[in-house]
């Protein structure tokens, strides 16, 4: 889950980050199931985090659906977790404002 980097601000090295501008609505920034090396930090703009989850039509058949989680907002952080443990994105992350400005810190970064 995305975490406040207002008290690690002066801890991360923003040298090391790439700035990156998102100019489309809806844009999915983090994959679910995908593998990512990336942390990203909102510098301006609003994401929200999405999980699959398969329901039951009326006929018993499985139906895909998209649920929202949470919103993500400017100085908060995501994909730390795949950063860190290596292991595949539990979610989707995706811009909901029209133009989204991150700071990026990839694995071989650091």
């Known amino acids: 889950m995305p975490i406040s980097y207002s008290n690690l601000r002066y ?4 040298s ?14 983090i994959k679910e199931g995908d593998r990512s090396d990336k942390l990203y930090i909102i510098r301006e703009g609003q994401c929200a985090l ?10 018993g058949v499985p139906v895909k659906k998209e649920e929202r989680l949470m919103n ?7 994909g730390e977790d ?5 292991k595949d994105n539990q979610y989707t ?3 909901t404002s029209t ?3 991150l ?3 990839s694995y071989k970064d650091l």
Do not use: N, R
């Open 93 to 95: 992350v995706k811009a």
């Open 16 to 29: 090391l980050a790439i700035l990156l501008q998102v100019q489309i609505k809806d844009k999915e920034l």
């Open 103 to 105: 700071l990026v810190i």
């Open 82 to 86: 795949c950063l860190c443990f290596a």
């Open 50 to 59: 999405f999980k699959t989850t398969y329901v039951k039509d009326m006929l």
């Open 11 to 14: 801890s991360i090295s923003f």
């Open 72 to 78: 993500i907002e400017v100085g908060e952080i995501f």
């Open 99 to 101: 133009k989204v400005t």
